[in-house]
């Protein structure tokens, strides 16, 4: 509180408040950037695979992801305001990227969904067998 009282008698008030804007959404990303890389970096000890189909689907996600890292306001600043394509500037294709990572990061939520369900359902299989083959062995 008291370092941004003091820079804003020293600085310029927008320049202070974007300068501390920046920051802290810098900030801000730290722990999903080191989410996706503990992720990408687990490895299950029962698959074959280093990596999996979801975790393609994470990777390529957070590459498309990091256009997203600059405020789309810092792009309007960067890029030209005309429309390079027809209907839509170079903000708008940012922004379509960004979108376009979203998804993917369903589809990997998704793959992971379903590859812990039938992991469970086996798990659950294998238990059942367990029991009876233990069932049966007290029985005779």
């Known amino acids: 509180f008291w370092v941004v009282t003091i820079l804003l008698y020293v600085f310029d008030f927008e320049d202070v408040l974007e300068s501390s804007f920046i920051i802290i959404y810098v900030i801000q990303q730290i722990p999903a950037f080191v989410l996706i890389v503990l992720i990408l970096s687990h490895r299950n000890p029962y698959q074959e695979k280093t990596m999996t ?10 590459l498309m992801w990091l256009p997203d ?72």
């Not at 189909?53 to 957070?62: F, H, I, P």
């Not at 792009?75 to 998804?103: G, K, N, Q, R």
């Open 53 to 62: 189909t979801s975790k393609w689907y994470l990777l390529v996600g957070a």
């Open 69 to 140: 890292e600059i405020p789309l306001t810092v792009w309007a600043e960067i890029l030209p305001e005309s429309c390079t394509f027809y209907f839509m500037s170079l903000v708008d294709v940012v922004h379509l990227i960004y979108s376009c990572s979203i998804l993917l990061f369903f589809m990997f939520l998704r793959a992971e969904y379903q590859q812990n369900l039938e992991e469970e359902y086996w798990k659950t299989v294998n238990d059942v067998q367990q029991m009876s083959t233990s069932v049966s062995n007290r029985s005779i």
